[in-house]
Every structure is written in C-alpha cells, then in structure tokens.
C-alpha cells in the first residue's frame, strides 16, 4: 500500500510543477508588458516563481513604485509580490520626459502669444480706464456727499475696473478654473485681513458714518464721552477737538461713532443751577423770592424761560434751596453768569436777615466730672471784623470768552488738513 502511494505521488508531481511553471511565465509575460506599455512603468521588471512576483527596477516616483506593485497584486496567480523597486532622483526615462514637455509647453507657448498679448492688452486697458476713471475728482465730489466720500467710490471704481480686465483677459486665456481660484483665494486672504486689521476698518467705516451724519460744526463746544472741547475737524482717521484749556485732542472716529455727544451749541438757551442753604428756622419761600428777584434783575439771565426755584434737602440744621436760572450762550458765558448769580443771591439773602449756617457738630466729653467750663468771653478775645459793604453798582463782564473761538478759527485757517464737516450740509 505504501508502495503504490509512492507511485501515485511521482506520477502527480511533474503535471503540478508543470502547471504551476505555466502560471509563472504566463503572469510573467503579463506584467512585463503591461509595464513595457506604460511610460511611466517601463523600467521595471517582472520575475515570476512559484507564484512570488519579484520587481526590480529603476523609478523616480514613490506612488507610481505603488501603481506598480498595486498591478502586480491585482494578477491571477499572484501569491507574494516583492517590492525591489530602487527609488531614484531622476531616472532617465524622466529626463527625456521633462525635455520632451518642456519642448511641447514652449512650442504652445509660442503658438499661444498672440492670444497672451490680446488678453496683455484688454487688461492693460481696464486698468488705464480705471485710472482716468479714479482721477475725474470733481465728478466723484458732486456724487458724494463730501470729499472723503469721493475719493472711496472713485479708488472703488479703479479696483473694479483691475478686476474686470483681470476676469476678462483670464477667460480669454481660457482660465477658468484660474478665475475661480483667485476668486476664492481672495475672499480668504479678505477674511483673514479682515481680522488682521478689525480696528482700523472700524475706525474707516465710522469716519464715513461720520462724515454722513455730520453731528457736529466746526467750532461747535461738544462733550464726547467725558472729554469735553471745541470742534476743530473731522478727518479720515480721528476727530480733533481743542480742551477748554487750549491743547489738542484728537479721538479716534471709532470712539466718537459710539459715544455720547453732548452738544453745547446746537441749543444756545443753556440753564444753570445752584444751591444755597438757609437756617432751619428762616422761611424758604421767603428766601426763595429774595433769590428770583436778584436773579430777574440781572440783565444776562433769560425771562422766558423765567427763572426758578425750589427746596432741594433739609438737613440737620438747615434747608437747602436750588436756584435755576437760563442764558443764552451766544451773549453770555454760562461760567460767569453761574458764578455772578451765586453771589448776588447770598448777598441778598444775608442782608434780608437770612442766616446761611454752617455745619453744627454735638460733641460729648467724658471724664470730666465735677469740672466746670467757663464760656464767658474773654477780654482779650479777637473781636469779629465787621463785614465790608458790598459794591453793589459794580458791573462784571459777562461777554462769552472767544479766546478758544479765535485760536479754533486759526488753527482752521492755517492747517492743511482735510476737513470732513460741511457747513451746507445738515447735521443729525
């Protein structure tokens, strides 16, 4: 029995190598020439053995060493494919390669410069377009409102025009998917940008609301916030006031689009007020009309609005009334008419018998028993100095102070600068 498995196993084993040495010659010649076919692949080489394929070779390129080994694998009767594929920098078949595009781009090249110098042309065009476009001022002027605005549409306009020539000499070229790429490329670079440079496109975007709306004049006395000052000029960048006290001040436009404006001279009519205190024991309403009556008798405070008053607090030892009064800023400066109604109420007051006390303070003393304190006065006491009579016939200058006025007017006439705020326009 044994014998005649020996006899059957010699008999089988020629016919399977056989078969098996036809399948290795047949994957063989397979993948030789389906590599001999392909330019890229022409240089490597196939070796089949028991169905182990073998690659050898010379190769530039990393993914077409895969391409390679991908095919082999994808073969009937492939069981194990080794990759000894040798990567090199360049190989010959890549040098005649490039030389043989290089010569086919140049020659399209050449066939294509008539078109490349038309498209040339039409954008050279468009950008000089543009630029007559840009340059017509007094045409943008009478558009827009104002200067500034101006010259934004006419450099918009100029960017309109690049661009268009660039599209059309693109498509004429035939490069679309280009255009769309530039396209693209450019609204992230916008984006980008945009966050780059968030607060100077604020501080644009609010110089143009600005001069739109125009809040305020030259000149005019204004508080921003809680700076307080005379109007020199809006320009593209910041608005420049000049302080009470003469210095230059300038807020960036951004801060003064989202402030509160507080405009002194859009309404000339202006109230002031005080408070003065009177004894608790005096009559307020009598005191009240004491003050009034000053107040309507001086030449500078407004009778229409009329002049009023009213208990304000009553403290500890006295009642506090305030005093309202109206000037008109244009004739009067609203410090010295405060300040000169101020005095001439308390000196009426106190020569009516008014009584303007002083804060009174209890004080508790301890440890003092059986001790005695004298209040008597003593002789060499300092005698309280009689008050001096008032001049009640002197007359103050109540002329608002245009000293700030003046240097705001020179500073304006010698100065260069743009000046967004337009006298012809209305403000908000």
Do not use: C
């Given at each position: 029995?044994?014998?005649?498995?020996?006899?059957?196993?010699?008999?089988?084993?020629p016919v399977a190598a056989a078969q098996n040495l036809s399948i290795d010659d047949t994957v063989e010649a397979r993948l030789n020439a389906i590599y001999a076919?392909?330019?890229?692949?022409?240089?490597?080489?196939?070796?089949?053995?028991?169905?182990?394929?073998?690659?050898?070779?010379?190769?530039?390129?990393?993914?077409?060493?895969?391409?390679?080994?991908?095919?082999?694998?994808?073969?009937?009767?492939?069981?194990?494919?080794?990759?000894?594929?040798?990567?090199?920098?360049?190989?010959?078949?890549?040098?005649?390669?490039?030389?043989?595009?290089?010569?086919?781009?140049?020659?399209?090249?050449?066939?294509?410069?008539?078109?490349?110098?038309?498209?040339?042309?039409?954008?050279?065009?468009?950008?000089?377009?543009?630029?007559?476009?840009?340059?017509?001022?007094?045409?943008?002027?009478?558009?827009?409102?104002?200067?500034?605005?101006?010259?934004?549409?006419?450099?918009?306009?100029?960017?309109?025009?690049?661009?268009?020539?660039?599209?059309?000499?693109?498509?004429?070229?035939?490069?679309?998917?280009?255009?769309?790429?530039?396209?693209?490329?450019?609204?992230?670079?916008?984006?980008?940008?945009?966050?780059?440079?968030?607060?100077?496109?604020?501080?644009?975007l609010a110089s143009i609301m600005l001069s739109l709306r125009q809040p305020f004049r030259a000149g005019d006395h204004v508080l921003i916030g809680d700076r307080?000052?005379?109007?020199?000029?809006?320009?593209?960048?910041?608005?420049?006031?000049?302080?009470?006290?003469?210095?230059h001040l300038r807020i960036p436009n951004s801060t003064v689009f989202k402030a509160i404006i507080l405009n002194y001279t859009t309404n000339p009519e202006r109230?002031?007020?005080?408070?003065?205190?009177?004894?608790?024991?005096?009559?307020?309403?009598?005191?009240?009309?004491?003050?009034?009556?000053?107040?309507?008798?001086?030449?500078?405070?407004?009778?229409?609005?009329?002049?009023?008053?009213?208990?304000?607090?009553?403290?500890?030892?006295?009642?506090?009334?305030?005093?309202?009064?109206?000037?008109?800023?244009?004739?009067?400066?609203?410090?010295?008419?405060?300040?000169?109604?101020?005095?001439?109420?308390?000196?009426?007051?106190?020569?009516?018998?008014?009584?303007?006390?002083?804060?009174?303070?209890?004080?508790?003393?301890?440890?003092?028993?059986?001790?005695?304190?004298?209040?008597?006065?003593?002789?060499?006491?300092?005698?309280?100095?009689?008050?001096?009579?008032?001049?009640?016939?002197?007359?103050?200058?109540?002329?608002?102070?245009?000293?700030?006025?003046?240097?705001?007017?020179?500073?304006?006439?010698?100065?260069?600068?743009?000046?967004?705020?337009?006298?012809?326009?209305?403000?908000?």
């Amino acid at each position: 029995m044994r014998i005649i498995l020996v006899l059957i196993a010699l008999l089988f084993i020629p016919v399977a190598a056989a078969q098996n040495l036809s399948i290795d010659d047949t994957v063989e010649a397979r993948l030789n020439a389906i590599y001999a076919t392909t330019t890229e692949l022409s240089q490597v080489t196939a070796a089949v053995e028991n169905g182990v394929v073998t690659l050898s070779g010379d190769i530039a390129n990393s993914e077409l060493a895969k391409d390679a080994v991908a095919i082999a694998q994808a073969q009937d009767g492939t069981v194990y494919v080794q990759d000894q594929i040798d990567r090199v920098l360049v190989a010959d078949s890549d040098v005649f390669s490039a030389l043989g595009s290089l010569k086919k781009d140049s020659k399209n090249i050449l066939q294509a410069l008539p078109l490349i110098g038309l498209a040339l042309f039409i954008f050279g065009v468009f950008v000089w377009l543009g630029g007559v476009v840009s340059r017509r001022k007094k045409f943008w002027s009478r558009i827009a409102s104002n200067s500034f605005l101006g010259e934004l549409l006419s450099q918009t306009m100029h960017v309109i025009f690049i661009i268009s020539g660039l599209i059309l000499a693109l498509n004429l070229l035939g490069a679309q998917a280009m255009i769309t790429t530039i396209l693209g490329g450019a609204g992230v670079a916008g984006i980008a940008i945009g966050f780059a440079v968030r607060d100077t496109l604020e501080n644009y975007l609010a110089s143009i609301m600005l001069s739109l709306r125009q809040p305020f004049r030259a000149g005019d006395h204004v508080l921003i916030g809680d700076r307080e000052g005379k109007v020199m000029r809006l320009t593209s960048r910041a608005t420049i006031l000049m302080t009470m006290d003469g210095n230059h001040l300038r807020i960036p436009n951004s801060t003064v689009f989202k402030a509160i404006i507080l405009n002194y001279t859009t309404n000339p009519e202006r109230r002031f007020q005080f408070e003065l205190g009177i004894d608790a024991a005096d009559d307020p309403v009598a005191a009240m009309n004491v003050g009034l009556d000053i107040m309507r008798a001086n030449d500078f405070v407004l009778d229409e609005p009329s002049p009023s008053a009213g208990i304000s607090n009553v403290g500890d030892s006295n009642i506090v009334i305030k005093y309202l009064g109206w000037v008109d800023q244009k004739t009067t400066s609203f410090g010295k008419a405060r300040s000169l109604s101020i005095r001439g109420v308390k000196d009426a007051l106190e020569a009516q018998g008014f009584s303007l006390p002083e804060p009174i303070y209890r004080l508790k003393i301890d440890g003092m028993k059986g001790a005695t304190l004298d209040l008597k006065p003593q002789s060499n006491a300092a005698k309280p100095k009689p008050k001096p009579e008032q001049d009640t016939e002197t007359q103050f200058d109540v002329q608002p102070d245009d000293g700030i006025d003046e240097k705001v007017e020179q500073e304006l006439a010698e100065s260069g600068e743009d000046n967004l705020l337009d006298d012809s326009k209305p403000t908000e």
